[in-house]
């Protein structure tokens, strides 16, 4: 088992940057691949970016890609998720997800355990 707990979400004018924490307790951190997704009002739950057990490979949604970033540091059981240059369509509810097999992936079903959820809102 491995629980999640996420934190650092918040309001944020568009072009500022929030980070946000994701704290793992359970099994060992450093065997499980992480993710974050997020789900906005009346949508699916959606990728946003992966990051595999070691921390050598990384996997972005398009629509992230060059203002997000993902890290990890298996010493404090913790993934981040840098967020730079926010826009208000990055508003939603931004979930972290552990994944047993320490390789990357990028849909929902892929993951086995979620945390509760942070909120991010960002204003125009």
């Known amino acids: 088992q491995v629980q999640l707990a996420e934190s650092g979400g918040g309001l944020v004018q568009a072009g500022g940057s929030l980070r946000l924490s994701c704290t793992a307790s359970?099994?060992?951190?450093?065997?499980?691949?992480m993710g974050w997704f997020r789900q906005a009002p009346g949508k699916e739950r959606e990728f946003v970016a992966a990051?595999?057990?070691?921390?050598?490979?990384?996997s972005y949604a398009d629509s992230v890609k060059g203002r997000f970033t993902i890290s990890r540091d298996n010493a404090k059981n913790t993934v981040y998720l840098q967020m730079n240059s926010l826009k208000p369509e990055d508003t939603a509810v931004y979930y972290c997800?552990?994944?047993?097999?320490?390789?990357?992936?990028?849909?929902?079903?892929?993951?086995?355990?979620w945390g509760q959820g942070t909120q991010v809102t960002v204003s125009s």
């Open positions: 990051i595999n057990r070691s921390g050598g490979w990384t």
């Open positions: 997800a552990a994944k047993n097999s320490g390789m990357i992936a990028t849909v929902p079903g892929g993951y086995n355990y």
């Open positions: 359970g099994r060992t951190f450093s065997s499980v691949a």
